[in-house]
């Protein structure tokens, strides 16, 4: 997979990492926790800490693969999601196929 320049964050290989400013159903924008393939937390955007890794989704969407599954902390990170430029990638228990991942 191709991202996008704006999205070239780096995921950590340890799969903690955060999907900033995400646009979720009839909710405001919001910030992602995800860890070891599950959704830890939503926050309101723009309060995940600066420097911890992850993506800059500049409002593009998340939704739950799962036909009754919710974006809500302790639900499994199968997602929508929509990249800053507009691709849709599914991400399966955290990992997006193709995204470049670091050491972290």
Not at 33 to 57: H, M, N, T, Y
Request: proline share 10%.
């Amino acid at each position: 997979m191709n991202a996008p320049a704006c999205c070239l964050a780096r995921i950590p290989a340890n799969g903690k990492f955060w999907l900033r400013n995400a646009a979720l159903d009839d909710s405001p924008p919001a910030d992602i926790r995800i860890e070891e393939g599950r959704i830890r937390a939503v926050i309101p955007a723009g309060e995940a800490p600066c420097c911890a890794p992850g993506l800059d989704l500049d409002g593009g969407s998340v939704r739950s693969l799962a036909p009754d599954g919710r974006v809500a902390a302790g639900f499994p990170a199968d997602l929508s999601v929509t990249l800053c430029g507009g691709r849709i990638v599914e991400m399966r228990a955290g990992d997006i196929p193709g995204l470049i991942k670091t050491g972290g």
